[in-house]
């Protein structure tokens, strides 16, 4: 399985890192050409109205929309949640996403970088372990289409959530050094949808 | 659930989050909007930007709190704001007012001449300026969550960048190739704790995001300080001296994002119209030498 990163802006090499650990061939995507190669993408942390821009400067949005319509798993962590939602609150006016997964969004829902913070939260993978969440000026998710699973959420506020084979974190597991959450994505997510694929 | 704030994770992963992107000097919300719109990751939200502190000379501080909070209502991307060197009541002020980083400045008149902030004492994180890698281990060690290599700011003199950017590069390529028991003097050398030169030997690289800073006008200068081994780049006086500061902005976004493809650099290069006009550096009196201060 090839799994991409989207490598516009953000913190790409935690999440290359993190699919190594994980036994994955990493594949960094800025070009259409290298959008082609891969089976799955991860969208990673950054600041969402930057990644979307160049996404369509550099002329892959539209590519990268069309592949998760045809059926491609993704992941997007924290910018990558925004970029995965259909839709956007307290965007940046003309905010674009990718969207494909029902749910509603806030930006910087949090706080700003001041509230930014790290806690020990349930994640509904079968293990009943915390797992070590990182926020940083984090979205959560304000409204959940039909066929969305909420995978984790803080003060009651969903943060993880999945529809099928995409899935979005308010967090970055990327930062931890737990590979947990990229372990999912691989084996519970990307794999069984590209077996059926198959 | 206990959620902590203020974690070196939370400050330094804040840092990670900017990588690959460029941080833009505004002094107003229209400017702002035009830096945001561009695909800035950031603004750094100050008074004047460094070419003006330097033609009007004069002491340079903090800004005033209301033009921050505007620009802070401007936008939806982090906003940053600066303060003196050692001045702990300015970052405490921009603490209170939720800016998202803090920098730490020389471009700033410092007001304290032997001491920086100890920024441990903050929830926001900070960005300093370093010369080497013996200063950017020191701000680090005060708790400094990003570096940034110092530059000659207010020139668009891309030189002094590039010298500390070779300067920090070569000294931590230096640390990886020595023995273990060489550490030691070489943290006497650096005058930097023991801890964090051995840490640098081990990983070949700095424990928080480095981004460079001062005196970068031009796409090719942007992606020339990414092909250096910067994480990002800060842009001050570059973009709003310039003749088109809309497009000058999104083309240099675009080149540090492809710094490593030349032709990509040659699209966003064409028809910017006039760069920000510049200062060589070396006809720069020594006291009035920015990159010097701080220590």
């Not at chain 2, 001449?113 to 701000?139: M, Q, Y």
Request: hydrophobic share 45%; glycine share 10%.
């Amino acid at each position: 399985m090839k799994v991409g990163v989207l490598a516009l802006q953000g913190d790409v090499r935690e999440h290359v890192s993190a699919l190594i650990a994980c036994g994955v061939t990493p594949i960094s995507v800025r070009r259409s050409a290298e959008l082609d190669q891969i089976d799955a993408l991860i969208l990673p942390g950054g600041e969402s109205t930057t990644i979307a821009q160049l996404s369509e400067v550099f002329g892959i949005y539209d590519q990268i929309k069309d592949r998760i319509v045809q059926g491609m798993p993704v992941y997007g962590s924290c910018a990558g949640m925004i970029l995965l939602a259909n839709e956007i609150l307290d965007a940046k006016v003309g905010q674009k996403s990718f969207g494909g997964l029902d749910i509603t969004v806030r930006r910087n829902a949090f706080g700003r970088q001041v509230d930014s913070f790290e806690s020990d939260i349930a994640f509904d993978d079968g293990s009943a372990d915390l797992i070590r969440a990182v926020f940083i000026r984090a979205p959560w998710v304000e409204r959940v289409g039909d066929g969305v699973q909420v995978l984790a959420a803080v003060d009651k506020h969903p943060v993880a959530v999945r529809s099928q084979r995409l899935f979005a974190t308010s967090f970055h597991p990327e930062l931890t050094g737990d590979h947990r959450i990229h372990r999912y994505f691989i084996e519970e997510v990307a794999r069984p949808a590209l077996e059926k694929v198959k | 659930m206990t959620e902590v704030t203020g974690t070196a994770r939370v400050k330094r992963g804040m840092a990670e989050m900017l990588k690959g992107g460029v941080i833009m000097d505004v002094v107003n919300a229209d400017q702002a909007k035009i830096a945001e719109d561009a695909g800035a990751v950031a603004v750094m939200a100050l008074e004047r930007v460094p070419a003006d502190i330097r033609a009007q000379g004069g002491v340079a501080r903090m800004s005033d709190p209301d033009m921050i909070e505007k620009i802070q209502a401007a936008v939806s991307i982090p906003v940053m704001a600066k303060a003196r060197i050692g001045h702990f009541v300015e970052a405490q002020v921009l603490q209170s007012l939720g800016v998202d980083y803090i920098d730490e400045s020389e471009v700033l008149t410092p007001s304290d001449l032997e001491n920086h902030i100890d920024k441990w004492d903050f929830t926001i994180p900070f960005v300093c300026g370093a010369t080497n890698l013996g200063e950017a281990l020191r701000r680090i060690n005060e708790g400094a969550a990003m570096i940034r290599s110092k530059g000659e700011a207010g020139t668009g003199d891309v030189s002094n960048a590039m010298m500390h950017m070779r300067k920090i590069g070569g000294e931590i390529r230096r640390l990886s190739s020595m023995r273990e028991d060489e550490l030691y003097v070489a943290a006497k050398e650096l005058q930097a704790p023991f801890a964090l030169v051995k840490e640098v030997a081990e990983t070949g690289k700095l424990p928080v995001v480095l981004f460079t800073a001062g005196g970068i006008a031009t796409p090719a200068d942007a992606a020339l300080m990414m092909s250096m081994g910067a994480d990002g780049v800060f842009i001050g006086s570059g973009i709003f001296k310039s003749g088109n500061p809309a497009q000058r902005a999104a083309a240099c976004v675009k080149a540090t994002t492809f710094w490593d493809d030349p032709k990509v650099v040659a699209d966003a290069s064409r028809g910017l119209g006039e760069a920000m006009v510049g200062i060589n550096v070396a006809d720069l009196p020594a006291p009035h030498r920015l990159s010097e201060r701080g220590w």
